[in-house]
C-alpha cells in the first residue's frame, strides 16, 4: 500500500496562489514517488461557498487534522503558516513522522529518487523551495 503524505504548508499568508502552486507542485512530486499525498490547500477552492466564508482556523482545523491523523508522514512546505504549525504539533504529538523536504521524505521511505519534469515544473529533491518554474 501507497505511504500517505499529508501536505502541510501556508496558504493565506503571502500570496494564496502561489502558495498553492508550490502544495500543488509538492502533491505532483509525492505522486510521481510512488506516495498517496492529500493537499489539503484544494479546500481553498471552495470558500465561496456560503458556508466556508465564515470558516476560522479551528474550523479549517477540525477538517484537517483526521486527515493528519491517519496519514503515514507529513511533509511542511517553507513558509509562515499558523494552521500547518498546528499540524506539525498535532503530528508530532501523534508520533507521525515530519520531514521538511521531498527529498528528506523520500529517503525515509526508500522511494525512487529519479523524476523529473510536469507540466514545466519541477521541484528540488534538497531544499525547502519546492518549485521552480523552468519555463
Known amino acids: ?3 500517505k503524505i499529508y501536505i502541510s504548508g501556508p496558504l493565506s499568508i503571502g500570496d494564496v496562489k ?3 502552486h508550490n502544495a500543488e507542485c509538492a502533491y505532483v512530486d509525492l505522486v ?4 498517496a499525498p492529500m493537499c489539503p490547500h ?3 477552492s471552495v ?3 456560503e458556508i466556508f466564508t465564515e470558516f476560522e482556523i479551528d474550523d479549517w482545523m477540525s ?3 483526521p486527515w493528519v491523523e491517519v496519514c503515514d508522514a507529513v511533509l511542511r512546505l517553507h513558509g509562515e503558516s499558523c494552521g500547518a504549525d498546528i499540524e506539525v504539533g ?10 521538511y523536504s521531498i527529498g528528506e521524505l523520500a529517503a525515509y521511505f526508500k522511494y525512487k529518487k529519479d ?6 515544473v519541477i521541484s528540488s529533491m534538497d531544499s525547502n523551495e519546492v518549485c521552480v518554474n523552468v519555463n
Open 63 to 65: 477538517l484537517d487534522l
Open 18 to 20: 502561489d502558495n498553492i
Open 47 to 49: 470558500e465561496d461557498c
Open 115 to 120: 523524476y523529473g519534469v510536469r507540466n514545466g
Open 90 to 99: 498535532f503530528a508530532k504529538a501523534k508520533n507521525i513522522k515530519v520531514f
Open 42 to 44: 484544494w479546500n481553498n
Open 32 to 35: 510521481d514517488l510512488g506516495f
Open 1 to 3: 500500500m501507497k505511504k
